[in-house]
């Protein structure tokens, strides 16, 4: 039981940035339909979708609500004045070509926007339409998965070079005793150095090496592209995606599992997503017609999986008057979960009554949960679970 202990009190690091305020970027070669997607996913016309190439120059951002049931059967059991699910903040950003780390297409440019998200939803076009110009001449999602990879990659490398070089600078002023500021630097330099080692001799994205929890603070502050989550999503058309097949999807995840094995790969299709928004304008009709054509939508699946990707869970405030979702990084401790609807709530926090969902699901309601004894008090350690349902008492 001790050792057990030990590594249940280890704190969580993950790569990025420790905020629950995180976005997700759609990023791919220019002209494969990230804006079509985007404004599919923001149910909006934001995004600027057209049959060119850079189409697409400043970042556009949508708050997307992320689909679950728990929330809907809260829903129906409170029926709340007021509703209010999670969301995930996508960006819709510039298309990205050949040479863009050293500034050609939109570069740098697009790179800096890339760089000021979280995580990545990378769209791969593998649909046909001769009408849909491709800047590669042609559609191969391969070739397109490495110039991305590459684009990425060369980015992170020349800042890494840039900074390792100037820490071996600074390094060298040191004192040379060995006080705890040498030691830091000294550590610093050889994270650095391995981030380095990482992306060049091992051929691979930060994110895919194994970090300790001392040097992914050091990895942090460095924001690099490559360290970034990526979901891969298969642009198919109508017909392919529906009968789950396209030939390029075997060598799509023969590519993943080659280059960065573990991520997700999620088909999707644009051209049914808008005919379904424009031709049903409710949601039960869009599902009625998914169900005639034998398929799901993917649009819930796409955000589900950028919510999890960023390590974001949720947990819920329940009442007659509203019934809602707080988005808060896995990992987070009562207080600060808290502190997420208001930061009084933490600079004040008393403690959490907190019902497990599946409790309140078996036992039907709160009053049940509560003669059960499911009902806890949690106090300041509590490491909050995905699904807690919270009252928070403070004294602010
Ligand atoms: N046939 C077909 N056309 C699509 C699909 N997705 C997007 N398009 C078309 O492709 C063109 C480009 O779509 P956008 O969504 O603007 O593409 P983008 O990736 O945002 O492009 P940039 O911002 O220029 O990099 C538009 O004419 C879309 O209507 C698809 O699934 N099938
Ligand atoms: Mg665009």
């Known amino acids: 039981m001790p050792p057990k202990k030990a ?9 990025g940035r420790p905020s629950n305020n995180l976005q997700m970027g759609i990023v791919g070669v220019p002209n494969v339909g990230k804006s079509s997607l985007f404004n599919a996913l923001s149910k909006c016309d934001l995004g600027k979708i057209a049959n060119f190439p850079y189409a697409t120059i400043e970042p556009e951002e949508a708050r997307v609500s992320v689909p679950d049931e728990r929330f809907d059967f809260l829903c129906q059991l409170y029926k709340p004045a007021n509703k209010v699910p999670a969301f995930l903040t996508c960006v819709d950003i510039a298309g990205l070509t050949k040479g863009a780390a050293s500034g050609a297409g939109l ?23 001769a009408e849909v110009i491709h800047v590669e001449g042609d559609v191969d999602p391969v070739r397109d998965m490495d110039i991305i990879q590459t684009e990425l990659r060369l980015k992170d490398i020349e800042w890494v070079e840039k900074h390792l070089d100037g820490l071996r ?26 981030v380095l080692d990482v992306l060049t001799t091992q051929n691979k994205d930060v994110r895919k090496a194994t970090w300790t929890n001392k040097e992914i603070d050091i990895v942090n502050d460095l924001q690099l592209l490559t360290a970034k989550p990526v979901i891969y999503l298969v642009n198919l058309s109508e017909r392919d995606y529906i009968r789950k097949k396209n030939k390029w999807l075997p060598k799509i995840k023969a590519w993943i599992d080659e280059n960065n094995p573990g991520d997700l790969l999620i088909p999707f299709s644009v051209a049914l997503e808008e005919r379904l928004a424009q031709e049903f304008d409710n949601p039960e009709a869009q599902k009625a ?8 939508g993917a649009l819930g699946k796409i955000t589900t999986g950028g919510y999890s990707a960023l390590h974001l869970i949720r947990y819920f405030t329940c009442g007659p008057q509203e019934v809602r979702a707080w988005t808060i990084r896995d990992g987070t401790k009562a207080p600060q979960a808290a502190g997420v609807i208001h930061g009084d709530f933490e600079k004040h926090f008393i403690c959490g009554d907190i019902m497990q969902f599946n409790d309140l699901k078996e036992h039907g309601s709160e009053v049940a949960v509560k003669a059960a004894g499911k009902m806890a008090q949690k106090g300041k350690p509590y490491e909050m679970i995905d699904g807690d349902i919270c009252y928070w008492k403070h004294n602010a």
């Open 107 to 129: 570069g740098n440019n697009f790179l800096s926007n890339v760089r000021a998200v979280d995580g990545i939803f990378q769209v791969v076009r593998a649909f046909d339409d």
């Open 289 to 296: 017609e998914l169900e005639k054509l034998g398929t799901t």
């Open 169 to 194: 600078k600074k390094l060298r002023g040191a004192t040379g005793t060995a006080n705890l500021a040498d030691k830091a630097k000294k550590e610093e330099v050889d994270c650095v150095a391995k």
């Open 7 to 15: 590594a249940a009190t280890e704190k969580k690091v993950f790569l």
